[in-house]
């Protein structure tokens, strides 16, 4: 996901398109920015012919009564472009905000959907970079970089055709102005750099958000809580294009000043020039206006060279974030996939499923294995570490698609099922649950978004969770912070269980849901398993072979292949792999 660099101007600058579609919702904000940059560019190109027809024909005794008249209409230009410059800034400015917001959405919805494959070898980090910084320059380019330079396009060739036809000095004067702008910005300084703090801040927040999801996209997948974060990190979005807008605001109206005061102490300085002209101590005309073309053409090219390298990092930028969003999910659905039935009963089926990861298609983890589970069975499934335990709940979950066989639920190949549809009948408790950085409540509700808060304690209390959770300071509302760090190994596990049991559904995935416990908290959540899988249909895989002795049955994996079958007792006997671990545990 590299960006290519390339010898070709036009090149380089090709990512930019990607944004087009994204500029085009706000077609009349653009044609307002536009008109504004006209605007603005036309009355700065007017001031110096006003300026010498000013010279030319007003310093005579007898349109001596002109010269107000004259100065006034000057000051109504100097306004109108104060004006169109403030308007101009503040449209592009917030339509670079507003473009930006909807990119960053728009790409963290896209990671939400892509297969977890994509993620085997993505590195969050990097990601999240993505999000904010390739996002945070895009948007500087986009609203000061790229005004910067059209309206600096315009003032050059329009500056530049009126040098022909004039001559050079009074523009050095203006120099007297910068006095004039020291005071407002001292005074509105502080409030844009408050506000630009706040909207900084903001968007601190949405990254953080973005973070976590990309670290927990499994669990985000196998709960369907897509639509969550996506609506959780859209209102942060929000949140930070709010607090842009502000800033923005703020530094509108202090465009607007400056500008009205340097272009209002030129025409002072003019204003006073002239009266020295009538009595005689300078002399006039096409000098003026030519100074004046000469500083607008020399200063627009200057700052059309700084901000290029601007645009083109920008266009790397737009590349890396287009790259993402050209990614397609490698899970294919169907265009009209098979429904599975509203009460699914939970039977399953492995039929001589063969599977190896993406990262490495030459190595296999799963060796025609083949087995199948009734409904409201409980099978556990234990072997030394890489025997593909794991694997299986992937498959289940479709997080990936075996190579070949079947994984079938009530007879159905889930390989034809919409992914959503089908991790509505699973609930997952895995041996390192994702806490999200919000409140116990909601970290339960993760497992029902539309669950009331009836329903959340009622969950909680079967998971043995209601009694920690109401010691909290505040309850069920009490942040837990990111991952659950105020909260116990123990604590996080129950919190995983609620949200299961608040789930209901038909399939249970424990992937070593105790094995990271002390004995008191694993009793705890024993117990609250014990609940979870009555009536359901529960697959577990353990290494802590004390946690599956009362399974129905039990599979002994091996290098991606089922070794030993059978109940607890019955294995033991057999004196093969499973009695071995048992031995070295039990012992």
């Known amino acids: 996901m590299s960006t290519r660099p390339s010898s070709s101007r036009s090149h380089r600058l090709a990512p930019l398109k990607a944004l087009a579609p994204f500029a085009l919702r706000y077609k009349w904000r653009m044609g307002l920015a536009f008109l504004a940059l006209v605007v603005a560019s036309a009355a700065t190109l007017v001031v110096p012919v006003a300026l010498r027809r000013i010279i030319d024909f007003g310093f005579s005794s007898e349109a001596a009564q002109l010269v107000d008249l004259y100065f006034t209409t000057m000051l109504a230009v100097a306004g109108i472009l104060a004006l169109a410059s403030a308007s101009r800034y503040y449209l592009v400015m917030t339509l670079g905000e507003r473009v930006v917001a909807d990119l960053r959405s728009a790409v963290l919805q896209h990671l939400t959907i892509l297969s977890p494959g994509f993620y085997d070898d993505a590195r969050s980090g990097e990601l999240v970079s993505r999000l904010a910084a390739d996002t945070t320059l895009i948007k500087s380019t986009f609203g000061a970089s790229a005004s910067v330079a059209l309206r600096n396009f315009f003032l050059f060739f329009g500056a530049a055709i009126m040098m022909v036809v004039t001559s050079p000095r009074l523009s050095g004067l203006v120099l007297l102005a910068i006095p004039l702008i020291v005071f407002p910005l001292i005074a509105f300084g502080r409030a844009v750099q408050r506000r ?250 993760f497992g029902r978004p539309d669950a009331t808060d009836e329903e959340v304690e009622a969950a909680a209390k079967d998971a043995a969770a209601d009694e920690f959770l109401r010691a909290l300071p505040e309850g069920y509302g009490t942040e837990v912070g990111e991952r659950g760090v105020t909260l116990s190994g123990g604590q996080r596990q129950r919190l995983a269980i609620a949200r299961a049991i608040l789930r209901d559904a038909p399939i249970l995935l424990l992937d070593e849901a105790t094995s990271a416990l002390d004995a008191e908290s694993e009793a705890l959540v024993q117990q609250a398993l014990a609940r979870l899988m009555k009536g359901r249909t529960t697959l577990v895989v353990a290494h802590r072979l004390a946690t599956v002795q009362k399974a129905d049955r039990i599979l002994v994996m091996k290098d991606g292949r089922i070794v030993e079958e059978g109940e607890h007792y019955e294995l033991v006997k057999m004196k093969g792999l499973y009695a071995r671990l048992a031995q070295l545990q039990f012992a």
């Open 196 to 445: 630009s703090r706040t909207a900084q801040d903001t968007l601190a927040d949405a990254s953080a958000l973005a973070g976590e999801a990309i670290g927990a996209m499994r669990t985000i997948q196998a709960f369907n809580a897509e639509g969550q974060i996506n609506t959780r990190f859209s209102s942060a979005v929000e949140r930070a294009y709010r607090g842009a807008v502000s800033a923005t605001r703020t530094r509108a109206v202090l465009t607007a000043i400056v500008i009205f005061l340097v272009f209002a102490s030129v025409v002072a300085i003019l204003w006073w020039g002239a009266t020295d002209v009538l009595e005689g101590r300078m002399t006039a005309g096409l000098l003026g206006q030519f100074v004046l073309y000469a500083v607008f053409a020399a200063s627009s090219l200057a700052q059309i060279s700084e901000v290029w390298a601007d645009i083109s990092q920008a266009a790397g930028a737009a590349e890396r974030l287009d790259e993402i969003l050209r990614m397609k999910p490698s899970l294919r659905t169907r265009r009209k996939p098979i429904k599975l039935p509203v009460t699914t009963k939970g039977a399953l089926s492995f039929d001589f499923v063969r599977f190896a990861y993406p990262a490495r298609p030459d190595s296999s983890v799963l060796n025609d294995i083949s087995f199948d589970v009734k409904a409201g069975e409980t099978l556990a499934i234990v072997g030394p570490s890489g025997a593909g335990k794991s694997t299986i709940f992937h498959l289940l979950l479709r997080f990936y698609d075996p190579q070949r066989g079947r994984v079938l639920i009530d007879g159905i190949d889930i390989t034809q099922v919409d992914p959503i549809e089908l991790r509505k009948r699973i609930a997952l408790v895995p041996q390192e649950p994702i806490i999200f950085a919000t409140t116990a409540r909601e970290n339960i509700r």
